[in-house]
């Protein structure tokens, strides 16, 4: 039996041509910096790269900051935007919600709706005060929900105070339209493990003229911006990878068609089953979904056993499932949050991997009820 790959948001599978433009970036053997040809090849490599990625994000290539990771793009923000009060929602990624708490100043953290929306009203009260001091932070769609955010409208508020804001938009390429133009944000965070790249690398847009202090010191790479050799394979699979994930969104409605279908089948098994975020606007390859009475946890690794490989809704700390900070900020309770898994296509998803993940999650529940009926409890 050939496994079933639905974790697309924690990482999608490489596709064939990223690879081979990796494959032969390594090939290169100068370092970026160095004057030589063999530098220069290298050195192209990356620029070319750039302007790629500029020309699909729709900003001009010196806007562009390589990083290793979103998680890089988004501490490098935080901590150097020069700014003292950060307004983010209650749904980012940790990578944004713990630095910010990290950096030192005043953190507010905005609330979201029953479908994990963030509240403007909320945004507008949070700018009344110290918005020329303020960077706001919230992301394009959520990693667990694939709730959508009011990126654009959030950029007009924040800039009308003064404000600078940056957006999280790891989840967006290859599913929604991602450029600095329509989201009219200062900054943007990618990563491109998360649109079919390889792992390691990320970027960092800022706007011509928005601070920017570098985290990490040392040599001048990226205009001083983030020192250290850059990971030449690694930005050459970002980019290629990003030219592709622009010609997925023609694919979109396939997408949320496989989507909707597989909710609507496990709505046919089990009525009381809760969907998150399904009245807001959502990626069109996620879903957030629970099993009544299983824990996240337990069905992971049924489905896993199964052959479907999906993530929790929740995580584990101190040796107890906690419900995500992100399912728990829309209200829902944690007896319905703790019953959660996500469920992520993407571009290699068939119907039959759809197929496959709603006999197992059939299969799963029937024998759980069935257990139940008999008196033996197995699932906690
Ligand atoms: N932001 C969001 C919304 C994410 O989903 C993730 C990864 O799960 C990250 C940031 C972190 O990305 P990276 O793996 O590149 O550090």
Redesign the pocket.
């Known amino acids: 039996m050939t496994p079933v790959y639905l974790d697309y948001?924690?990482?999608a599978p490489i596709k064939p041509a990223v690879a081979s433009a990796i494959g032969r970036a390594l090939e290169v053997t100068g370092n970026p910096s160095s004057v030589h040809s063999f530098g220069r090849a290298a050195r192209k490599l990356v620029e070319d790269s750039r302007e790629t990625l500029a020309q699909i994000v729709r900003c001009k290539s010196s806007e562009i900051v390589f990083?290793?990771?979103?998680?890089?793009?988004?501490n490098l923000v935080l901590a150097g935007a020069g700014r003292h009060r950060l307004i983010v929602s209650a749904v980012?990624?940790?990578?944004?919600l713990k630095t910010a708490r990290a950096v030192g100043g005043e953190v507010v953290v905005l609330p979201v709706d029953a479908n994990g929306v963030v509240e403007l009203a909320a945004l507008e009260a949070a700018l009344k005060e110290g918005g020329a001091d303020a960077l706001v932070s919230l992301?394009?769609?959520?990693?667990?929900t694939g709730a959508v955010q009011p990126v654009a409208e959030a950029a007009q508020l924040a800039h009308g105070r003064g404000a600078l804001i940056h957006c999280?938009?790891?989840?967006g390429p290859g599913r929604l339209p991602v450029t600095l133009a329509e989201l009219g944000v200062d900054y943007l965070?990618?990563?491109?493990?998360?649109f079919a790249g390889p792992?390691?690398?990320?970027a960092l847009i800022a706007r011509d003229g928005a601070p920017l202090k570098a985290s990490v010191i040392g040599g001048g790479q990226e205009r001083g911006r983030r020192a250290g050799t850059e990971n030449v394979a690694g930005i050459a699979g970002l980019a290629c990878a990003a030219e592709l994930a622009a010609d997925d969104l023609a694919n979109r409605d396939r997408l949320s068609g496989l989507r909707d279908a597989l909710e609507s089948r496990v709505i046919e098994i089990e009525p009381r089953v809760h969907v998150f975020s399904a009245r807001a606007e959502r990626l069109p390859n996620t879903s957030c979904l629970n099993m009544p009475g299983v824990q996240s946890e337990t069905q992971v690794m049924a489905l896993d056993l199964a052959g479907v490989a999906v993530s929790a809704g929740s995580a584990c700390s101190s040796g107890k499932v906690e419900p995500s900070h992100v399912l728990r900020a829309t209200g829902v309770s944690d007896a319905i949050s703790g019953c959660a898994i996500r469920v992520s296509l993407g571009w290699g998803t068939k119907p039959e991997d759809v197929d496959a993940f709603i006999e197992a999650w059939r299969a799963l529940y029937a024998g759980l009820t069935n257990r139940f009926r008999s008196g033996i409890s197995g699932a906690r």
């Open positions: 948001n924690a990482t990083t290793a990771s979103a998680t890089e793009a988004n980012e990624h940790p990578a944004v992301m394009l769609a959520n990693n667990e999280d938009a790891v989840q965070s990618l990563s491109a493990h998360k792992k390691g690398a990320g």
